[in-house]
């Protein structure tokens, strides 16, 4: 009886090991519950892709509209590798303007819905709506897009004035990108 008892304990310790570590076991549904309201997708959709954008966000100094002899850092692009939850890269993220693609070469570009605090340091948490997919493939019928789980990718800390006008200043970034298709 106490073999069986502790060969039935170590299967079950075995089992909660692999669930933990997800070999084989179909991850986890994205949940939105801890997510500010104006970044949840609408009800009506369902998780179809989780991935993980790394890489990089490219910045430069330009003059600000309307306001003479004033410079800022300004947004110009991303250009992430889009990695599934066990880091095989599946896609990629570039712009402008805004593109996600899918390796099999289907892609979207989407435009801005709202965007929330991301935390000290971290570029906002977003949600687009995506514009009809391009090719057919895993992008085809993705209707929104959360970027959530930020890390890094604020402008640069660097000075920018009229001195360095035009200069270009890349800084890496993490964020989770949950794709969303109707359900």
Known sequence: MLIKTSLAAAAAIALSACAS???GAPAMTFSQAA????????AGHKVAWETVGVGQITYECRAKANMPGQFEWVFVGP???LLD???????????????WEA?????????????????????????????PAMGSGAMNGVTYTQRVATKGGVAPAA?????????????????????????
């Open 21 to 23: 570590s997800n070999m």
């Open 35 to 42: 997510l500010p309201d104006a970044v949840k997708v609408p």
């Open 79 to 81: 250009d992430a590798k």
């Open 85 to 99: 939850r066990s880091g095989k890269q599946v896609g990629k993220y570039y712009g402008p303007p805004a593109t």
């Open 103 to 131: 390796n099999d070469g289907s892609k979207f570009t989407a435009t801005q819905v709202a965007v929330a605090p991301g935390g000290d340091g971290n570029i906002p948490l977003q949600l687009v709506k995506a514009n």
């Open 159 to 183: 000075a920018c004035g009229a001195g360095n006008a035009g200069a270009r200043q890349i800084v890496q970034y993490q964020a989770d990108y949950i794709l969303w298709k109707a359900s």
